[in-house]
């Protein structure tokens, strides 16, 4: 069996991770794959885990703006013990302005970063070497919101004449400001490499049913099947009894996410006049800017908590009574997650725990968890219908019914032995 594993280079923006998000799912996925056939190209500015794989290669906007600025090659391999490259002065005082115009998706600057990445100078000496060292036999490429990642997948099979096999876990196919010639000229960029990428991969895996049927019908994909965040299934700790009730959140703070998280808080100080005991917990991947956790921060109702390993999450999950999952109302990060399944619902189901899922209606994490009656819902961004779901929360019955139901969905739909045998299958035949 060993010999019939092929030496897969994965290429994504997220580096490998134990604890963040798309990082998180391209792990859950590999995580019985033969470490030494496994390597990671990534275009992010995070360190990797090395949980599951020794060989990474970093090539990031800062490294590609410094190479336009100085002439020095892009990007280099990763190291356990180096710290994140930080560029030249220059470039930290260009690149935080780039970055805040990019969150927004204006389109002039994406148009110039994507024109910055099709110069080529990602293709380095020092990249040459490291993958013809690793000699790749497929590419497993978590998809992105800009062309040039799928330029670059497309090279490499065609370099080395190997498979492509692609993950899509976002909807990038919209126009974030439509009023904009700009953005047309980019989405038609965008969707030319993007329909590319779907016409070269031999399996195409959409993170959720919902951009599975979509696409399927869009760009006229049969070879389009499910994949999402996948885990195993430990044993449940029984749920705690003691007041007040604990909520728990962990998770990235993107999209706009904190804003919701500070109504809930906003929430629980108006129950507590009630006499509702209720604590929110939030742990997030990575420290969060002083401004975030003091409009975070609401005693004695919410309190930002810090980082957690993989088995500290574990174990605080265990310890809580509710499970937190939210999603922004605002129109732009709706565009985003519309056929988005968060990777935390798998997580949060095999812990046992009912969820409070608050976020708009038609988006795809709100659809499933109600598909599966899974969670207690609060799908508009008023504070009576928040109340009222939170207030739901104190009734055993109902958290042990949303409990139940969410262990039935994640060992139907998120088993990491069946996602693993269905890629694994695709890669070796």
């Known amino acids: 069996m060993q010999n019939e594993h092929r030496r897969v280079l994965i290429l994504s923006h997220n580096a490998l991770s134990d604890t963040q998000n798309n990082g998180k799912t391209l792990t859950s996925f590999f995580a019985n794959w033969p470490r030494e056939k496994l390597a990671q190209l990534y275009?992010?500015?995070?360190?990797?885990?090395?949980?599951?794989?020794?060989?990474?290669?970093?090539?990031?906007d800062m490294q590609m703006l410094r190479s336009l600025l100085t002439g020095a090659p892009a990007g280099a391999a990763v190291r356990q013990v180096q710290g994140p490259s930080s560029g030249s002065r220059w470039v930290q005082r260009?690149?935080?302005?780039?970055?805040?115009?990019?969150?927004?998706?204006?389109?002039?600057?994406?148009?110039?970063?994507?024109?910055?990445?099709?110069?080529g100078r990602w293709r380095s000496p020092a990249l040459l070497q490291w993958l013809d060292a690793f000699a790749p036999e497929a590419v497993f490429f978590q998809g992105s919101n800009y062309p040039f990642?799928?330029?670059?997948?497309?090279?490499?099979?065609?370099?080395?004449?190997?498979?492509?096999?692609?993950?899509?876990?976002?909807?990038?196919?919209?126009v974030a400001h439509p009023i904009l010639?700009?953005?047309?000229?980019f989405r038609r960029r965008y969707l030319e490499r993007f329909k590319a990428g779907l016409a070269r991969a031999?399996?195409?895996?959409?993170i959720g049913p919902a951009m599975q049927a979509e696409y399927a019908r869009r760009f006229d994909c049969d070879h389009i099947r499910v994949a999402a965040n996948c885990v195993t299934l430990t044993d449940i700790a029984p749920e705690p009894e003691a007041a007040p009730l604990r909520l728990l959140y962990a998770g990235s703070l993107h999209t706009g996410r904190w804003r919701v998280l500070r109504e809930i808080g906003l929430a629980l100080l108006t129950l507590r006049q009630e006499g509702y005991e209720a604590v929110l917990e939030i742990y997030t991947p990575r420290p969060l800017p002083q401004r975030?956790?003091?409009?975070?921060?609401?005693?004695?109702?919410?309190?930002?908590?810090?980082?957690?390993?993989?088995?500290?999450?574990?174990?605080?999950?265990?310890?809580?009574?509710v499970l937190v999952m939210v999603e922004s109302f605002r129109r732009a990060?709706?565009?985003?997650?519309?056929?988005?399944l968060s990777t935390k619902i798998p997580e949060y189901m095999a812990a046992g725990r009912c969820i409070l899922a608050v976020g708009p209606a038609d988006i795809s994490s709100m659809a499933y968890l109600r598909?599966?009656?899974?969670?207690?819902?609060v799908e508009k961004p008023y504070r009576k219908e928040l109340l009222h779901g939170l207030r739901a929360l104190f009734d055993a019955q109902r958290r042990t019914a949303c409990a139940q139901n969410g262990l039935v969905a994640v060992q139907k739909n998120h088993r990491q032995e069946a996602l693993q045998e269905m890629i694994y299958a695709d890669i070796i035949e």
């Open 94 to 119: 260009i690149w935080p302005l780039l970055q805040w115009a990019l969150n927004r998706h204006y389109p002039l600057p994406e148009y110039l970063r994507d024109l910055l990445w099709r110069s």
């Open 292 to 321: 975030l956790h003091k409009k975070l921060t609401l005693e004695p109702v919410t309190a930002v908590c810090g980082s957690l390993t993989p088995q500290q999450l574990a174990k605080e999950m265990g310890k809580a009574n």
């Open 371 to 377: 598909q599966q009656d899974a969670a207690v819902l």
């Open 181 to 185: 010639p700009m953005a047309w000229v």
């Open 43 to 60: 275009l992010s500015i995070d360190l990797p885990s090395f949980t599951i794989c020794d060989r990474f290669f970093q090539c990031t």
């Open 149 to 174: 990642a799928y330029d670059i997948a497309l090279w490499i099979c065609q370099r080395y004449g190997i498979k492509l096999l692609m993950q899509l876990t976002d909807d990038y196919t919209y």
């Open 333 to 340: 990060a709706r565009k985003v997650t519309r056929l988005s």
């Open 202 to 206: 031999q399996a195409v895996y959409a």
